[in-house]
Every structure is written in structure tokens, then in C-alpha cells.
């Protein structure tokens, strides 16, 4: 009767139940975890403070790079401060901001992986056509492409959730994840999440193939480009600026097509949560790691950002 009592009733709350299975780890998980939260906050902000405060880095590819580093700022912060709860105590989460969670996580998600795409689509325009780059890359259309990914990942998360939020949730109510994803959330359901699940599916091949499929062909293109000009500094200097966006694509890419086209490749929920601990953790931390110890211009922009400061102190 209590289990029937239970089923018919509509839940207010989930229960996020993180990484309960390793309890004994919770302490060091909070400190590790807090100090790499910390450290993508401060990368990622440094830099958009060094693009912003250096004229010499005010080109599309720079602007890129300042939204990349505050969508990451943003996605990570919709999610980590939630798991960090979960090692201190249970952590719970409304459903209705269980599902505003996913809302803003998934189209942050999504924003990233068309910002992506824009960004190796501006690496071979530049590499490719540098002649024609200054007209075919101007202030308008970098701004157009950037608002057009922001958008487009806001609208394909609008229509998700809005399929989510026509669904029942009766019971049980724990989550077995350290944040409001889609496949344990749908395992939850009291209701029917077969368009629900079809939609997500048919959204999430579009939303990362497509994108991925620029990433490719553009990169394709850059390697050929690239391999007809003589062995030398130029050759090297476009395949180290392509590597680190290539590094970053990589592991986002990898985890997400995994995770949302092939859920069947992992087999348990635990090796789930490693995996999108990549995307909302690691891939993250790459970014600043990448964009300032590898690259000279944003490291210059730091140190004199840096000595302007000491020398405002001295005086």
C-alpha cells in the first residue's frame, strides 16, 4: 500500500545522488574538486581579462575564445557547485529546478559545440584565405555567428525541456548522477518519454555531427593547406594553433557523442559519470591550460596585464 501510495503521488524534490557509492571519498573529492572548480574559474577569467585589455588581441579569433572561455565559466558553474554540495551532505534539487538545470547545462552544452565549429571554420578561413580573411571574417559577422550559436542552443534546449516538463515524476526520485541529465531523469518518469527521448536523440545526432563534421572538413582543408608550404616557422605555427582548439574538440566532442548518440558504448552508470565529468570538468580546465601556456600571445597579454598592476601597486 505504502509503494502504491508513493507511485500515485506526483514528487516535489530528486535526490542527486552523486558519487555515494566511494562515501569514503567525499572529503578528497571536495577538495580536489574545489580546487579545480577555482582554477576554471581564474583560467578562464584571466583569460577574458587579458583578450579584453589587449588591443593587440582584439581579432575574431580572440572573440572567439573570450565566449569559449565564459560559456565553460558558465556551464561548469550550472553544475559543479551541486556535486560539490553532494560530497558534504544529500544533496536535493526541486524538480522544477532539476529541470531548469538541465535547461541552461544542456544548452550551454550545445552553445559550445557550435562556438566550436565556428572557431575551426575562422582557423581556416585565416589559414586557407588569408588574403580575403579581414572581409570574409568582419566584426558583423563575428558577432552574427556568435549570436546565431547562442540562440539556436538556447531555442533546441527551450524545445527539450519543454517535452520534459509534460512528463510525470511519481517515484522513486533519486537521481543516480551528480547533476539532472536526460537519460536518468527519463528513467524516472512516470509517463510515457518515448518523444521525449526521440526528440533528444535526433537533436543531440544534428547538434554534434554537424558541428563535428564542420570541425573536420575545416581541419581537412587547413592539413592540406598547410602540408604544400615549406617545412618552417609558418608551418609550425599553424599547426600549434590548431592543435590546442583540436585538443579542446577533441575531448568534448568524444565524451558528448559517447554519452547522448551512443549511451549503449558505457555499461554502467558509474563509468557515465567519469565520462561527463570530461565535459564538465576537464574539457573546462583545458581551455586555459591550452590557450596560455601554448600560446605566446595570450601569455605576453598576461605578464603585461600583470606588470601593469605591479607597477600601480608601486606607485
Known sequence: KKIVSIRNQTITEFVLLGFS???????????????IYTSIIIGNMLI?????????LHTPM????????FLEILYTSTVVPKMLEGFLREATISVAGCLLQFYIFGSLATAECFVLAVMAYDRYLAICHPLRYPLLMGPRWCLGLVVIAWLSAFMVGGLIVGLMAQLRFCGPNHIDHFYCDFTPLMGLACSDP???????????????????????????????????V?????????????????????TFYGTLIVLYIAPSAVHSQLLSKVFAL??????????PVIYTLRNKEVHQALWRLLYIKQMETLD
Open 21 to 35: 557509492d566511494v562515501a569514503e571519498l567525499h572529503l578528497l573529492f571536495f577538495i580536489v574538486f574545489t580546487l
Open 48 to 56: 577574458i581579462v587579458a583578450v579584453v585589455s589587449s588591443p593587440r
Open 194 to 228: 518515448s518523444i521525449a527521448q526521440l526528440t533528444t536523440f535526433i537533436l543531440s545526432v544534428v547538434c554534434l555531427t554537424v558541428p563535428f563534421g564542420l570541425i573536420l572538413t575545416s581541419y581537412a582543408r587547413i592539413v592540406v593547406a598547410v602540408l604544400r
Open 62 to 69: 580572440y572573440f572567439f575564445l573570450i565566449n569559449l572561455s
Open 230 to 250: 615549406p617545412a618552417g616557422a609558418s608551418r609550425r605555427k599553424a599547426f600549434s594553433t590548431c592543435s590546442s582548439h583540436l585538443a579542446v574538440v577533441s
Open 278 to 287: 570530461l565535459y564538465t570538468v576537464v574539457t573546462p580546465l583545458f581551455n
